[in-house]
């Protein structure tokens, strides 16, 4: 098969979908892989170190769709991508379509295949390809806000950690999966006061055994009001597979918090889990509404390519060979969950009755 990969094209998105080393794996197995022109430049990976490979150069989009049948990229397709996607193009990448109504349109009306990182799923309901960004997200979400609190940023004045004679800051982490899981486990190394807000009990015993500084609690609503009061720094973290985000944080609990807090939504590829989300880029990542910063880029891990890069690779290289491999992959595997629009329909239960 012929798999395309494209130069992403999102704010300040330096992720590459495939390091030369696993392209190199896909020659190897009898498939003709093509890059667009220094796709993988920002992740580190020349187009030398592409052909090195033997994978082939494309001078730019056009000519790379144009030769691609199955299309693997990291972030969903934006204007530049949508102009050259066929009918006949396999799409693979993270898609987010419960929050991205007319993107969910323009495949549709272009009436390809596509399959979702995010949707990939197995039996147990454990979600592969999410988890690597997910991871990275987390850690990401905790450094940025502890930045974010330092006075010249906006923020409260506040070290998180403290230190004798100081109070320890304090971080309401709502979701306990690998993004909320890895931000508590941070702040918490870090010496703030952490509180982890999630449903599951083995989540929560996981997190109490991080150390005497992390609490676990349901997240009752009353309760999740209470703690994000005097929070500094608050991560947003709740993820229903392939759905658009519950809205946990109300504006009337943004509206009783301290000026300087900051907030923090990793939700916000799934429509955003405060009510005051509004989607940034890394160009522009944060705004202040009711004097409280907010940090929604959609594509945290694209500011640590080489790290996102090699790490998307790894999880995502077993399903683009199954995928490049023929037809067999639909039948009844974790990939065919995955399938989020197909020949015009709407085909994942989660995005029905989106439209």
Known sequence: MRIGIPR???TLEGRVALVPAACGDLVRRGHEVWLEKDAGIKSGFSDDAYTRVGVKIAPDAAALYEKGELIVKVKEPIAGDLQHLRKDHLLFCYLHLAAEPELTRKLLEIGLTGVAFESVEFDDGTLPLLAPMSIIAGRIATQVGT???????????KLLGGLPSTERGKVVVLGAGAAGGNSAALAAAGGANVIVFDKRQDRLAEMMA???????????????AREVTDADLIIGAVLIPSARAPRVVTAEMVRSMEPGTVMVDISVD???????????????PTYVEHGVTHFAVTNMPGAVPKTSSEAICAAILPYVQNLAAGDVWREG??????????AGKLVHPALQGML
Do not use: D
Request: net charge negative; charged share 15%; aromatic share 10%.
């Open 8 to 10: 992403e094209t999102k």
């Open 147 to 157: 930045h974010l609190l330092h006075q010249p940023a906006g923020g409260k004045g």
């Open 210 to 224: 991080m150390g005497p500084n992390v609490t676990a609690l349901y997240p009752y609503e009353e309760y999740v």
């Open 270 to 284: 799934q429509g955003g889990c405060f009510e005051t989300t509004r989607p940034t880029t890394w160009a522009n």
């Open 333 to 342: 595997t974790s990939l065919a969950r995955g399938i989020n629009v197909e």
